[in-house]
């Protein structure tokens, strides 16, 4: 057993994660390409969504089958972007991807910036994807902190500081730092350490026996860490929404919204029948950030009125390429598929 008071040797983690990668790496078609388009895209979509999710669903390949490079992308229409991303939720990060395709035809010549400090300065990046980018794709020796190295860090230096606390951000950027610096290969490195927290290095029942820096890990209780501020409680929402069809299509609203501007989605229900609401056509529930909203579909009022220029019918045969939110579309296609409800006028 290796001595819990002595400090774990970059040098050797380094060496010994870079080795057991080497022999042990999973094959992902963003591992297989050099270019920073194609690891930007995997990396944009893997900070909120699991990686079976992203391949097994297709939306990695779609995604770079309709837009193959930073022109394509630049030069799509916003619906395009965000009916392509649909499923993936958290839209900003779709548009933060078409404005950063944007910026790098317009200011880098069509070229990906290859200096760290340069990639920083693109829309919608922050620290995780530029070093990503940078170690993937150039191999520079840029750190990267996400939450499976988060992890695998608290653990080898047995460390209790609250990972998402500023001390312990800062504990963690250093120490990730001072491995990437130490190694020959910063591509092979990083991808080590979040491989080790997706394979071995595991929330519960870690499997320490097969680690290859077991020697190096001063972790007690591993289990135990890392260490988290308390977790947001979860909200209870409830949103009411209205299902109106015609022999001409589907009426839609616009989002307005920070989240979700850009999508359609189904009417809310109008205020002032929300007291005494028209019968309910379904129920169903999902979950986005903090809130577990249960999503109430109504007939409409037999007192719509007008509707506000947001909304708007939307042919059948446009719904399909309608961008929309995977609630929404889920509800929609269950409702047109029951196609048992009256044609309104």
């Known amino acids: 057993m290796p001595s819990q008071t002595a400090r774990p040797d970059p040098h050797a983690i380094a060496m010994e994660l870079v080795n057991w990668f080497g022999h042990?790496?999973?094959?992902?078609?963003?591992r297989r390409t050099r270019d920073p388009y194609a690891i930007l895209i995997a990396e944009v979509m893997l900070q909120q969504t699991q990686i079976a999710t992203v391949l097994d669903r297709g939306f990695y390949a779609r995604w770079l089958e309709r837009f193959p490079d930073f022109k394509t992308l630049a030069a799509a229409r916003e619906d395009e972007v965000l009916k392509t991303w649909e499923g993936l939720g958290y839209y900003r990060r779709a548009r933060n991807l078409q404005r950063l395709a944007q910026e790098v035809m317009e200011q880098h010549g069509g070229e990906f910036p290859r200096e760290h400090s340069a990639i920083l300065e693109l829309p919608g990046v922050g620290p995780y994807t530029a070093g990503a980018v940078a170690s993937f794709a150039f191999g520079l020796a840029e750190p990267i902190v996400d939450g499976n190295i988060a992890r695998v860090l608290s653990r080898i230096y047995n460390d209790a500081t609250p990972v998402?606390?500023?001390?312990?951000?800062?504990?963690?950027?250093?120490?990730?730092?001072?491995?990437?610096?130490?190694?020959?290969?910063?591509?092979?490195?990083?991808?080590?350490?979040?491989?080790?927290?997706?394979?071995?290095?595991?929330?519960?029942?870690?499997?320490?026996?097969?680690?290859?820096?077991?020697?190096?890990?001063?972790a007690i209780d591993p289990e135990a860490l890392p260490v988290k501020h308390a977790r947001q409680q979860i909200t209870a929402v409830t949103e009411r929404v209205i299902f109106l069809r015609s022999s001409k299509g589907v009426l839609l609203e616009l989002e307005t919204g920070k989240r979700r501007t850009g999508l359609w989605k189904l009417p809310a229900l109008p205020p002032v029948h929300e007291d005494s609401p028209p019968p309910v056509l379904l129920r169903m529930h999902y979950g986005i950030t903090r809130y577990k909203v249960t999503l109430w579909v109504h007939e409409p009022h037999e007192?719509?009125?007008?509707?506000?220029?947001?909304?708007?019918?939307?042919?059948?045969?446009?719904?399909?390429?309608?961008?929309?939110?995977?609630?929404?579309?889920?509800?929609?296609?269950e409702l047109l598929l029951r196609g048992e409800f009256r044609l309104s006028a």
């Not at 092979?188 to 290095?201: D, F, I, K, P, R």
């Not at 045969?317 to 309608?322: D, P, V």
């Open 24 to 30: 042990n790496a999973r094959d992902y078609p963003w």
């Open 303 to 333: 007192q719509a009125g007008e509707w506000a220029d947001t909304h708007r019918v939307i042919p059948f045969a446009e719904l399909e390429s309608t961008p929309m939110p995977a609630p929404y579309r889920k509800a929609l296609n």
């Open 164 to 218: 998402d606390s500023t001390a312990g951000t800062k504990l963690l950027w250093e120490r990730a730092k001072a491995l990437v610096q130490v190694t020959e290969d910063p591509r092979a490195l990083n991808s080590a350490l979040m491989e080790l927290g997706q394979t071995h290095c595991t929330p519960t029942k870690p499997a320490c026996d097969l680690c290859p820096v077991r020697a190096q890990c001063r």
